[in-house]
């Protein structure tokens, strides 16, 4: 079984940034593609990001792109999401995912196997 535990997030003021991380226990991530997803207020989960398990090949959503970077350190069983000139409409909750091993990176939350308990990420105009 694997454990997600997402930290980082916060209040930012608009054009400013945030790195979230995402660690991991119980199990190691390091063949697993990682993404993170979102649920802004009163919507639903959204993807974001996403990274294969080699860290070499990512994946965004086109509002995201150029803003914000996944990266990994499987070595910390880490996971990050650099986020930069943040606007208002990323204000939501920022959840972490992992799926099984040696699985590619997909877009829908549905495929994705253990969840972290979100971490909230407000931005202010």
């Known amino acids: 079984q694997v454990q997600l535990a997402e930290s980082g997030g916060g209040l930012v003021q608009d054009g400013g940034s945030l790195r979230l991380s995402c660690t991991a226990s119980?199990?190691?991530?390091?063949?697993?593609?990682m993404g993170w997803f979102r649920q802004p207020p009163g919507k639903d989960r959204e993807f974001v990001a996403a990274?294969?398990?080699?860290?070499?090949?990512?994946s965004y959503t086109d509002s995201v792109k150029g803003r914000f970077t996944i990266s990994r350190d499987n070595a910390k069983n880490t996971v990050y999401l650099q986020m930069n000139s943040l606007k208002p409409e990323d204000t939501a909750v920022y959840y972490c995912?992992?799926?099984?091993?040696?699985?590619?990176?997909?877009?829908?939350?549905?495929?994705?196997?253990?969840w972290g308990q979100g971490t909230q990420v407000t931005v202010s105009s």
């Open positions: 119980g199990r190691t991530v390091r063949n697993a593609a």
């Open positions: 995912a992992a799926k099984r091993p040696y699985y590619s990176i997909t877009y829908n939350w549905n495929d994705y196997d253990y």
């Open positions: 990274i294969h398990w080699s860290g070499t090949s990512t």
